[in-house]
């Protein structure tokens, strides 16, 4: 079965300063994987998605991810928070197949300090 | 904006009362995916409906049930409840096979 592990429950970032989010998933082969965000009250949103390719990918809103199979992770970045940045955080893997379900991780929040 | 409606925003009631939960999908979105969100559990699949039939089950009570109906959109109805219950009811549809989902809003449950 697949799974999906975010290490870190909070992080508090500078406004300003660079972030990484870490995900580890687990997966016979190479999963679809996706991250999302989740602002307070709102549904989840799509920031960025590897599905094949070059192993670094661009997403919304400056975000970027790059999948390292011999890692088996998919870790988020940005180069500079923004204060509009503070949301959840959720890596999500799914499977090869048409239709898949998406295994989602725990999430990890985003704290921004001034 | 995804696209997906969720209905209610907010429902608030007692334990072992039954709710319905309704969700459309994007316009042409053929599969529906059902997930709860709790602070314990984090985001849990429930069940999923391709172009009305059910296609995949997760972590669904017995008390808990779904359909899609003909003009695609679902119910999630959820019966004698109990105070673990309450949680962020998410609906998400496809419709594409490459997995990316699209969420509605939540429909956020209050079981007293």
């Known amino acids: 079965a697949q799974s999906v592990t975010q290490p870190d429950i909070h992080i508090t970032v500078s406004e300003g300063a660079s972030l990484e989010l870490r995900c580890n998933y687990s997966?016979?082969?190479?999963?679809?994987l996706f991250w999302y965000v989740q602002s307070p009250g709102q549904g989840l949103q799509l920031l960025l998605k590897?599905?094949?390719?070059?192993?670094l990918v661009q997403g919304i809103k400056g975000f970027e991810a790059e999948f390292k199979r011999s890692q088996s992770s998919f870790n988020l970045r940005k180069p500079s928070v923004h204060w509009s940045d503070a949301a959840e955080y959720f890596c999500?893997?799914?499977?090869?197949?048409?239709?898949?379900?998406?295994?989602f991780g725990k999430g990890t929040m985003l704290l921004v300090s001034p | 904006d995804s696209g997906v409606t969720q209905t209610p925003k907010h429902l608030i009631t007692a334990t072992g009362q039954r709710v319905t939960l309704r969700c459309s999908p994007r316009?042409?979105?053929?599969?529906v995916y059902w997930y709860q969100q709790s602070l314990d559990q984090g985001l849990q699949f429930l069940i999923q409906?391709?172009?009305?039939?059910?296609?995949a089950k997760g972590n669904i009570l017995e008390r808990f049930s779904a359909q899609q109906f003909p003009d695609l959109h679902s119910e999630l109805n959820l019966s004698s409840l109990e105070l673990g219950d309450s949680a962020l009811y998410f609906c998400?549809?496809?419709?594409?096979?490459?997995?990316?989902?699209?969420f509605g809003e939540g429909s956020r449950l209050t079981v007293l």
């Open positions: 998400a549809s496809s419709g594409d096979s490459l997995g990316e989902l699209f």
């Open positions: 997966y016979g082969a190479t999963p679809y």
């Open positions: 590897y599905f094949s390719g070059d192993t």
């Open positions: 999500a893997v799914g499977a090869r197949k048409g239709y898949s379900t998406l295994t």
């Open positions: 316009s042409g979105d053929l599969s």
């Open positions: 409906y391709y172009n009305g039939e059910e296609r």
